[in-house]
């Protein structure tokens, strides 16, 4: 898969299932703050509600010969600063599509106050941010805080 086949836009209500299962797949949950696979039904009415229903969140996706294959999620937190939250369908990480969706994710956000948790044992996501300009601001055992 080539990045020329790939285009970064904003989440759909029917790109929920993608979303869910790239968010459920085993290795993407094994560095998640919450590494339990979410119930369907859970995640949809979160979905609708976090991204559909007039709240200062913002999901991009990248989507490669119509295929969803990636999320950025941009969740609104304390004083405007927005968590953002990557993952890439495994098979298709290591590719550029991580650097392309966070590269265009963030010149659609238009600015600044980002925050991200990279699980310590995920060293490409952590060059990743990196890479952008998000700078270490902490860690605990399991995580390092970076911001923008």
């Known amino acids: 898969m080539m990045r020329e086949d790939c285009i970064v836009r904003d989440v759909r209500e029917q790109d929920s299932n993608a979303v869910w299962a790239l968010r459920n797949d085993p290795s993407i949950c094994a560095v998640s ?3 339990e696979p979410i119930p369907f039904e859970n995640h949809q009415k979160w979905f609708k509600e976090q991204y559909f229903s007039g ?70 996501s952590l060059r990743l941010f990196k890479k952008y300009g998000f700078q270490a601001s902490g860690e605990d055992d399991k995580f390092y805080f970076l911001n923008l």
Do not use: H, W
Request: glycine share 14%; hydrophobic share 30%; charged share 25%.
């Open 55 to 124: 709240q200062n969140n913002f999901c991009k996706v990248i989507e490669c010969q119509g295929e969803v294959v990636g999320y950025c999620r941009f969740d609104e937190g304390e004083k405007g600063n927005f968590r953002v939250s990557i993952a890439v369908k495994p098979g298709l990480q290591g590719k550029g599509l991580g650097s392309m969706l966070l590269e265009e994710s963030l010149k659609q956000m238009n600015g600044s106050g980002f925050s991200a948790e990279i699980a310590k044992t995920n060293e490409p």
């Open 33 to 35: 703050r919450n590494p």
